[in-house]
């Protein structure tokens, strides 16, 4: 089984809906991502928690919102979704500690809003 | 957090080894540099990280100039199914280890 899992693993919805898209992991980290993707582009973080009473916002968190329902669950909700939105989400996990924050990813979610 | 430079696009002859080059110039003494990899558009994957010393893996080997401000992935005998995009990051503790990956480097390995 995938360490990391992505539900759903693709998603088309309209404008003005709301949407979650969710992440699972059994590798037991402590701190997980939420990144998207547009075509051509590389990965840029929305959302990180490095536990489960830590939220942090990323470079582009406007139009998400992120809950840590557990170590092993964290969902990113659009709460009304736009075209611009569209895009190839990834989830992402590491572990705590002073080295090594090697990032272990999810297969990806891909959103079409139309 | 330092930002990175790197090709936009480089070609390799399958069995030649892949050097990939990556400049940056502004690293804090705390942050590693970190190279992953995403073939099509799959999850991305770690290849390997380092600091300050030379590192080799099973997969890759990171070669990091004295100052920092530059370092080299090998791949030492690349594979087709090396072809995908390269991203070297740098990241450390003081930003919570937040990576930018950029556009990364589309590699394509030729027969």
């Known amino acids: 089984d995938a360490d990391v899992t992505q539900t759903p693993r693709n998603r088309i919805t309209k404008t003005g809906k709301r949407i979650m898209l969710e992440c699972s992991q059994t590798k037991g980290h402590d701190r997980m991502y939420w990144y998207r993707q547009d075509p051509g582009l590389g990965l840029r973080l929305i959302y990180y928690?490095?536990?489960?009473?830590?939220?942090n916002k990323g470079e582009i968190s406007d139009g998400y919102s992120v809950s840590r329902q557990a170590q092993a669950k964290f969902s990113l909700s659009l709460e009304s979704a736009i075209p611009n939105q569209t895009a190839l989400y990834f989830c992402a996990t590491s572990r705590r500690g002073a080295e090594n924050h090697e990032q272990y990813f999810g297969p990806g979610t891909r959103l079409t809003v139309t | 957090d330092a930002k990175t430079t790197q090709p936009p696009s480089m070609d390799c002859a399958e069995g030649r080894a892949a050097n990939l080059p990556c400049n940056h110039s502004t690293i804090s003494g705390n942050e590693y540099v970190y190279w992953y990899r995403q073939i099509h558009s799959q999850g991305p994957q770690y290849i390997i990280h380092?600091?300050?010393n030379n590192e080799t893996n099973e997969m890759a080997s990171l070669i990091i100039t004295e100052d920092r401000k530059s370092s080299t992935l090998i791949l030492p005998h690349a594979t087709l199914r090396d072809t995908a995009v390269y991203y070297c990051i740098a990241a450390g503790p003081n930003t919570g280890n937040q990576f930018y990956f950029g556009t990364g480097t589309s590699l394509t390995v030729i027969p």
């Open positions: 928690s490095f536990d489960v009473k830590d939220i």
């Open positions: 380092g600091l300050k």
